[in-house]
T-cell receptor, first 113, second 112 residues
Framework: EAQVTQNPRYLITVTGKKLTVTCSQN?????MSWYRQDPGLGLRQIYY???????DKGDVPEGYKVSRKEKRNFPLILESPSPNQTSLYFC????????????FGQGTRLTVV | GENVEQHPSTLSVQEGDSAVIKCTYS??????FPWYKQELGKRPQLIID?????GEKKDQRIAVTLNKTAKHFSLHITETQPEDSAVYFC???????????FGSGTRLLVRP
């Protein structure tokens, strides 16, 4: 089954404790991205990757890091989480051409206390 | 600018009525306009999309219209049903980028 898989689904952590949210897709998609969803703000892009070893900042990259060592995986790293990073996070992937559907993962609800 | 303005933020309709959600943009280079539906606790999923060389597209009870001159596009849902209740996001993309820019979402409630 074609899918984008995120882990964990839910996470509660403390300020400053490094964490990683994993994202994996099995569709051989070139393009992957991370979004955060906050009430009234829609989906805002954090980082994206055009292909292996090619990443770039989205609209809200501060406090986040990513890596793309393999085509299927695109982890999101929070080196020192803060409460303002409490949010619902989605990973998405799409074929590396324009005008194609973005497939989303199930989401990760992160709470930083 | 880059943003997509989406209205209304909430919409409540009686079952069987129609619902219309409108999005406006300013970047004339935009050429792809998808709509995503997000049910409660679920991931966003594509329901319909339209490309800039088309003015209207229909798929059963849903349709999208695009006015490139006025730079706005709309989602139309006819004969609404309770299962249409969800948050709907519009988005846009331009040729030179794979980046999707989303609207802020519309929470649609269909009352039985």
């Amino acid at each position: 089954e074609a899918q984008v898989t995120q882990n964990p689904r839910y996470l509660i952590t403390v300020t400053g404790k490094k964490l990683t949210v994993t994202c994996s897709q099995n569709m051989n998609h070139e393009y992957m991205s991370w979004y955060r969803q906050d009430p009234g703000l829609g989906l805002r892009q954090i980082y994206y990757s055009m292909n292996v070893e090619v990443t770039d900042k989205g609209d809200v990259p501060e406090g986040y890091k990513v890596s793309r060592k393999e085509k299927r995986n695109f982890p999101l790293i929070l080196e020192s989480p803060s409460p303002n990073q409490t949010s619902l996070y989605f990973c998405a992937s799409s074929i590396g051409t324009a005008n194609t559907e973005a497939f989303f993962g199930q989401g990760t609800r992160l709470t930083v206390v | 600018g880059e943003n997509v303005e989406q209205h209304p933020s909430t919409l409540s309709v009686q079952e069987g009525d129609s619902a219309v959600i409108k999005c406006t943009y300013s970047d004339s280079a935009s050429n792809y306009f998808p709509w995503y539906k997000q049910e409660l606790g679920k991931r966003p999923q594509l329901i319909i999309d339209i490309r800039s060389n088309v003015g209207e597209k229909k798929d059963q009870r849903i349709a999208v219209t695009l006015n490139k001159t006025a730079k706005h596009f709309s989602l139309h849902i006819t004969e609404t049903q309770p299962e249409d209740s969800a948050v709907y996001f519009c988005a846009r993309r331009k040729d030179s980028s794979y980046k999707l820019i989303f609207g802020s979402g519309t929470r649609l409630l269909v009352r039985p």
